[in-house]
RNA sequence: GGCGGCGUGGCCAAGUGGCUAAGGCGAAGGUCUGCAAAACCUUUAUUCGCCGGUUCGAAUCCGGCCGCCGCCUCCA
């Protein structure tokens, strides 16, 4: 059984061969920080989570760089309108980000470097580029990559050069300095929009255009060939496309050897827009009531290429099927003393291959959480029939590890729950108890409706009364 | 105009030539319970947008049609 990904490049399903035996590097498109993540762009980190976390439990020794975008034209733009610096801007909405990632349970990438902290690399890989000739200075003083001049450009996004089409979009005056409507800028000269946004380098004094960072940084921190590039699908083009064009040709090198890229997320079946209110950020859903466990869930479970509909009856299910692994989990408690069954083991050795199986074709989440559940549903069934046993449950609780390391969902906290005092909801647990024991059964059943109304559902079992929170 | 994707049960969602079309949610029935709830178990698509074709055999391949959607210069 082999790893194999589905890189946009080839536009199939490859073998994963990484370059060096046993060590995977990745770099992922980071976001551009002018203002808070909305859920959307969260499920691309999601992913990239889920990646590194998928090869490092196939035991490889991963390196991931994330970049931040912490200067172009939104970013330039926002802060003057904020009366910021552009730091202190930047700043702001790159913690935000790093809190929001956290809270996902999304690890921390090895390196997070920032595009400012690395003109200097940008500048030099420029100037590598203008004597090579594959760029060039226009009369405002920026600097263009001449797209003509790399005979593969299009490869990525499958668009050939004779059909771009020079749409509306692209205004004459805006591009007038240019040879070509489709060479992008490499290097933007000063000018008044950016205030006191700019570099003074041999280049001239100005900013990076916004593909260069990316090729800069990726090749300092992972090499000039590195395994893994991954972003949304909208940066196939043209931001990826451009990116492999000015690094194949300022290094004659192979740069990113597989492209995986995630699909869009929408809300509710339609895209993701503030006029139709459908437009969340991570804060906005969970001050709705729902944990971020129940988002990662739902992020994370449709397959990474697929537009993912993002719904709340799918925030209702996360909780429910959620909540039914948690039941599982507990209820290894009740295991009698014994050596592990062999019924118990070929279930539980059945679903660790087809989790493993299922991952290892490209990220198939579904079949892998499909795996998951059966294991659940056998298990279950042979705990009804008083056939599992404490050896079992340790082979559960490995195999629960190490799946919960791969989805990083399994026992991820339920925050957000539970702020304030909940011990009048204890009291009243008690109450009850004491009118059962007296027969009072009138009085507990008040009880329990007086808490249903608050959304609080009980639990009564051999051991006592337990509750939780109804969703919301 | 160019390139590309999608349409599977009430909802979400795997499967892309062949054992009985995964799994989750929901729903129904059962076990348990003072009654419930929760939990657990069972059931829940002769059928994969429509029409043709290829094939011993198709949700899976080919053609046509209908419907939805993405990208085409800075948007994850």
């Not at 039941?327 to 408690?333: N, T």
């Not at 069954?341 to 490209?362: L, V």
Request: proline share 2%; net charge negative; glycine share 6%.
């Amino acid at each position: 059984m082999s790893l194999v990904f589905h890189d946009t490049y080839k536009r199939a399903k490859m073998p994963f061969e990484p370059l060096e035996d046993g060590k995977v590097k990745m770099y992922n498109c980071g976001p551009t920080v002018y203002d808070t993540a909305h859920i959307g762009n969260l499920r691309a980190y999601v992913f990239a989570d889920l990646l590194r976390r998928w090869l490092e439990a196939k035991g490889y020794e991963v390196t991931q760089v994330q970049n931040i975008t912490d200067v172009d034209d939104k970013t330039i733009r926002r802060s003057r309108e904020e009366g910021l610096t552009l730091s202190e801007l930047t700043e702001r909405f790159r913690d935000a980000f790093f809190s929001d990632l956290e809270t996902l349970n999304i690890l921390p990438a090895h390196i997070r470097p920032a595009a400012t902290d690395h003109v200097d690399e940008m500048v030099t890989m420029i100037e590598e580029l203008l004597k090579r000739d594959h760029a060039y200075r226009a009369p405002d003083g920026s600097i263009y990559f001449r797209v003509s001049s790399y005979s593969e450009y299009g490869n990525l996004s499958g668009k050939r050069l004779e059909d771009l089409r020079v749409g509306e979009r692209v205004t004459s005056d805006e591009y007038e300095s240019k040879d070509d409507v489709r060479d992008f800028a490499l290097w933007k000269a000063w000018d008044e929009e950016d205030g006191s946004v700019f570099w003074e380098t041999s280049l001239g004094k100005g900013r990076p255009g916004w593909h260069i960072e990316c090729s800069a940084m990726s090749m300092k921190y992972l090499g000039r060939d590195f395994d893994i590039h991954t972003g949304g699908v909208d940066n196939i083009f043209p931001h990826h496309e451009n990116e492999i064009a000015q690094s194949r040709c300022a290094t004659d090198g192979t740069f990113a050897r597989y492209w995986l890229h995630c699909d869009y997320l929408i809300v509710e079946g339609k895209k993701m827009s503030k006029s139709l209110g459908n437009f969340f950020k991570l804060q906005d859903l969970i001050d709705k009531g729902y944990t971020p466990r129940e988002i990662r869930y739902v992020i994370m479970g449709t397959h990474y290429r697929s537009r993912l509909n993002f719904t709340f009856d799918g925030l209702h299910a996360a909780r429910s099927a959620l909540g039914r692994l948690d039941e599982f989990q507990a209820s290894w408690q009740q295991f009698k003393v014994g050596d592990a069954s062999a019924e118990a083991a070929t279930a539980i050795d059945r679903a660790e291959k087809q989790f493993d199986e299922a991952m290892d074709d490209d990220l198939n989440i579904s079949a892998a959480i499909a795996a998951i559940f059966n294991m659940v549903r056998e298990v279950n069934s042979l705990t009804s029939q008083g056939v599992t046993t404490v050896g079992d449950r340790e082979r559960l609780t490995q195999l629960w590890a190490k799946w919960d390391l791969a989805l990083g969902v399994l026992s991820m906290k339920e925050s957000s729950d539970s702020d304030g005092d909940d011990g009048w909801i204890e009291e009243l647990i008690e109450e009850r108890k004491q009118a059962r024991q007296a027969k009072n059964f009138a009085r507990a059943d008040e009880i329990r409706d007086e808490l249903v109304a608050k959304g609080i559902l009980l639990k009564d079992s051999p051991e006592g009364t337990t509750w939780k929170r109804e969703a919301n």
